[in-house]
């Protein structure tokens, strides 16, 4: 399987469809579910009949240059979680979404900010992205700090959306980040 881009210690991959365990053990860790579930998983039917064939479907929509890859140490083979960068459905091709997922043993390495920042890097040196941004709770302090060591800054708030409203921190809302390819090069 050919990569869609390498970092210093990861590889991201296209998804095939023998990867649904990988994505049924990554949503069944309460921990990783936390603030988009609050710790409820997925249902194992649910990625093997929307999530995985939503993901294999993008790669299609955007003819490869976008989507949601998974991510593999390098040196251990090992899948670590995945990575996105993608526009919105229906939206421009210049403006893209980022995000990640991994799994609990692999928190507190730097993959999450390797992996954003590369991407961040690839979107607007080689695929002609204007604007990448992100969206995550208030209070989820983690995904804050990766996405502002790679130079994004949070740009709005956000209304928690009603079916995660159960979630601890709901009421804070959450937080909108932004950088523009003119702000990523002044970096």
Same mark, same amino acid.
């Given at each position: 399987m050919s990569a869609y881009l390498h970092t210093e210690r990861l590889t991201l991959r296209r998804?095939?469809?023998?990867?649904?365990?990988?994505?049924?053990?990554?949503?069944?860790?309460p921990e990783v579910m936390r603030y988009l579930t609050g710790g409820a998983p997925t249902a194992p039917d649910d990625v093997r009949g929307?999530?995985?064939?939503?993901?294999?479907?993008?790669?299609?929509?955007?003819g490869g240059d976008f989507g949601v890859f998974a991510a593999e140490d390098t040196d251990r083979r090992a899948f670590v979680g995945w990575f996105f960068l993608r526009p919105e459905p229906g939206g421009p091709r210049d403006e893209a979404?980022?995000?990640?997922?991994? /799994? @609990?043993?692999?928190?507190?390495? #730097?993959?999450?900010?390797? %992996?954003?920042?590369?991407?961040?890097?690839?979107?607007? =040196?080689?695929?002609g992205v204007r604007t990448v941004w992100?969206?995550?709770?208030?209070?989820?302090?983690?995904? /804050? @700090?990766?996405?502002?060591?790679? #130079?994004?800054?949070?740009? %709005?708030?956000?209304d928690t959306p009603p079916d995660m409203r =159960?979630?601890?921190g709901?009421?804070?809302?959450?937080?909108?980040?932004?950088i523009t390819r003119e702000s990523s090069a002044r970096r």
């Open positions: 998804f095939t469809a023998a990867d649904a365990d990988l994505l049924i053990e990554l949503d069944s860790d929307r999530d995985l064939p939503g993901i294999l479907a993008g790669y299609e929509r955007w979404e980022l995000g990640y997922r991994l /799994r @609990r043993a692999e928190w507190g390495r #730097g993959y999450a900010t390797e %992996g954003a920042r590369t991407l961040l890097e690839k979107a607007f =040196t080689e695929l992100a969206e995550t709770m208030t209070v989820n302090q983690s995904s /804050r @700090r990766v996405l502002e060591k790679i #130079g994004m800054t949070v740009t %709005g708030t956000l =159960t979630i601890d709901a009421e804070y809302g959450g937080v909108r980040y932004e």
